[in-house]
């Protein structure tokens, strides 16, 4: 029996190594590191590990274990959770909803701000622990009492039902606010990635609601805000560019919204865009509308392959507004609170960013604009994860705090 487990044990170690040596051929012999990335070597560990990660998710999968994006979750939330002295946390549910609560220890003698938080993660990734530091450490700097949601998530649960707990949970919030201490006239939005784009959505949709208290400014972290024009200069520039490459998108895009990832290719392309529906909403998702320092000379012009009924009737979720805020309606966008939008330069959903802030300034919405040089997709998630952290990362989170401080 003991010479029989011993070789399971030598066996199994051999394929784990194959099959990382084989996974790790690829950054070893390809990966490119951008430019303006500062600490390369860190940044190049932390694509390996991703590689690993997602393979080994994958492997899972495919032998009927779990799914890949519950063991990358898994795995997230091994991550240390630190306490914070000066910080009370307490576990809740609204309805069916977990959420976190961070309320700064310290007696206040007046109400305090009230910040809500959507973390990233694609829709598949993320969750309450892996976003823990973060929270903690925005909660104590700016005397907030912090409420991170925590959503549902794909491949488990599809679209919408991430931003209606996103939704639910922010509503239950704003109508017990006395309950937790916080002044009605100081509630932040603040999210990151796929909670960015949560921030845009929940501000448009209680935009308006006279039985609420109105949210006071919203804080978009590089908010991914539409994938319908996938032809855009960032997502060019950076679709082999880890945390997210254009495939890993797609495969949180196809996940949440259901659509089968055969269908990749028409989305990519275009093909999947009704004429009239690309006629009314250019003005919005075109690359003429960014800055010309983020448009390339040899950039190829934007154009539709031919019009595919299929695709579309397989992939028109899209192109709805609970999925692509960036379209929404001039007359919502006119009502929206003040915006403080971080941008990364090595990011594929940058102009995202940049569409949604001429989006704002064009109807008067002021935008305050904070773009990172050496930024990149996800890096917030990496807030204060010892030798996986990156400058960016404490530049945004503090740059965040002297924002909402300022308020």
């Not at 066996?11 to 951008?34: C, T, Y």
């Not at 519950?70 to 069916?96: A, H």
């Not at 609420?212 to 908010?223: K, T």
């Not at 929404?328 to 929206?336: F, G, H, R, S, V």
Request: with cysteine; hydrophobic share 45%.
């Amino acid at each position: 029996m003991v010479p029989l487990l011993e070789t399971l044990l030598v066996a199994a170690s051999i394929l784990s190594l194959g099959v990382s040596l084989w996974i790790l051929r690829e950054p070893l012999l390809a990966f490119d590191i951008p430019p303006a990335m500062r600490h390369p070597r860190r940044f190049w560990i932390l694509h390996c590990l991703m590689q690993l990660t997602f393979t080994w998710g994958y492997i899972l999968e495919k032998l009927g274990i779990c799914s890949m994006p519950r063991f990358v979750r898994f795995l997230q939330d091994r991550l240390t959770i630190k306490n914070n002295r000066e910080v009370v946390v307490t576990d809740l549910r609204f309805g069916t909803i977990p959420v976190r609560l961070f309320q700064p220890k310290a007696v206040s003698s007046s109400l305090r701000r009230g910040i809500l938080f959507y973390h990233g993660g694609g829709s598949l990734l993320g969750s309450l622990d892996s976003y823990h530091n973060v929270c903690s450490f925005l909660a104590r700097e700016t005397d907030s009492v912090l409420l991170s949601v925590g959503y549902r998530k794909a491949p488990e649960h599809h679209y919408p039902v991430a931003v209606t707990d996103c939704i639910n949970a922010s509503i239950h919030f704003l109508k017990t606010l006395e309950a937790y201490g916080v002044d009605p006239s100081r509630v932040v939005a603040c999210g990151e990635s796929f909670g960015g784009g949560a921030v845009a959505l929940i501000t448009q949709i209680l935009v308006g609601r006279t039985d609420l208290p109105q949210i006071r400014a919203q804080v978009l972290i590089y908010p991914v805000m539409q994938a319908i024009n996938l032809q855009l200069p960032s997502f060019q520039q950076n679709q082999n560019v880890p945390f997210l490459s254009l495939q890993f998108m797609m495969t949180c895009v196809c996940s949440y919204l259901a659509i089968d990832l055969s269908w990749k290719d028409a989305m990519m392309k275009g093909a999947c865009i009704p004429r009239d529906f690309w006629k009314k909403h250019r003005k919005w998702l075109s690359s003429d509308n960014l800055p010309k320092r983020f448009r390339s000379k040899d950039q190829p012009p934007e154009t539709l392959a031919p019009f595919n009924e299929d695709a579309y009737l397989e992939t028109k979720q899209m192109l709805d507004v609970d999925n692509a805020p960036l379209i929404a309606e001039d007359k919502i966008i006119a009502q929206l609170p003040e915006a403080f939008l971080v941008s990364c330069e090595v990011d594929m959903v940058r102009d995202d960013s940049l569409l949604y802030k001429k989006r704002l300034e064009d109807q008067g919405v002021r935008v305050t604009w904070y773009h990172v040089e050496d930024g990149f997709h996800g890096c917030l998630f990496l807030f204060d994860n010892m030798f996986l952290s990156f400058p960016c990362s404490l530049n945004i989170v503090n740059a965040v705090v002297n924002y909402i401080k300022g308020l």
